[in-house]
């Protein structure tokens, strides 16, 4: 008779767990690796500029496209080439190039939130008859009549007269 061919179980278990324990340390030499880098004022001063200079020339841009094409097609062109290089900024480690890219995509974000807000009916209907004014304006009245009474009343009077029976 042919003896069975013993399997080797702990073996299997080893490698599947050594290799999480492997695969763990790469992801958090990788993670320290990027929390190492490290961003001086330069860099800063270079990516605020950029994405100023990427906003305001994400507005001019748009201002150069047909007017035949859609408000909401130029700013999502427009998001999408930012976002582009945006992370083509990020991945040459250029802060300039990412300044620009953000910029450029926070103008078109801004400009599709806004278009959205704004060219929708039902938000402009729901609220455009509001007076949240009129509440407060009702609240006046009550308490008009009263400057006059407070501004005769000597409050320091009582406190300098002797009250009956007492010495100063």
């Known amino acids: 008779m042919a003896k069975k061919a013993k399997r080797n179980t702990r073996t299997k278990i080893v490698t599947k767990t050594r290799r999480v324990f492997v695969n763990a340390k790469r992801k958090g030499r990788a993670i320290r690796r990027a929390a190492g880098e490290r961003l001086n004022a330069t860099d800063i001063i270079l990516a605020v500029g950029g994405a100023g200079v990427g906003s305001i020339g994400?507005?001019?841009?748009?201002?150069?496209?047909?007017?035949?094409?859609?408000?909401?097609?130029?700013n999502g062109i427009l998001a999408a080439l930012g976002g582009f290089a945006?992370?083509?900024?990020?991945?040459?480690?250029?802060?300039?190039?990412?300044?620009?890219?953000m910029g450029?995509?926070?103008?078109?974000?801004?400009?599709?939130?806004g278009n959205v807000i704004s060219g929708s009916s039902t938000v402009n209907g729901a609220y455009s008859n509001l007076n949240l004014a009129s509440p407060y304006g009702t609240l006046a009245a009550p308490y008009s009549g009263l400057n006059g009474a407070?501004?005769?009343?000597?409050?320091?009077?009582?406190?300098a007269a002797p009250i009956d029976g007492e010495e100063c």
């Open 58 to 74: 994400g507005s001019l841009i748009l201002a150069k496209m047909p007017e035949a094409v859609p408000d909401l097609a130029k």
């Open 86 to 101: 945006a992370y083509k900024g990020l991945k040459k480690k250029n802060k300039l190039l990412l300044g620009l890219g």
């Open 104 to 113: 450029a995509a926070a103008a078109a974000a801004t400009n599709i939130i």
């Open 150 to 159: 407070v501004s005769n009343l000597n409050l320091a009077a009582p406190l």
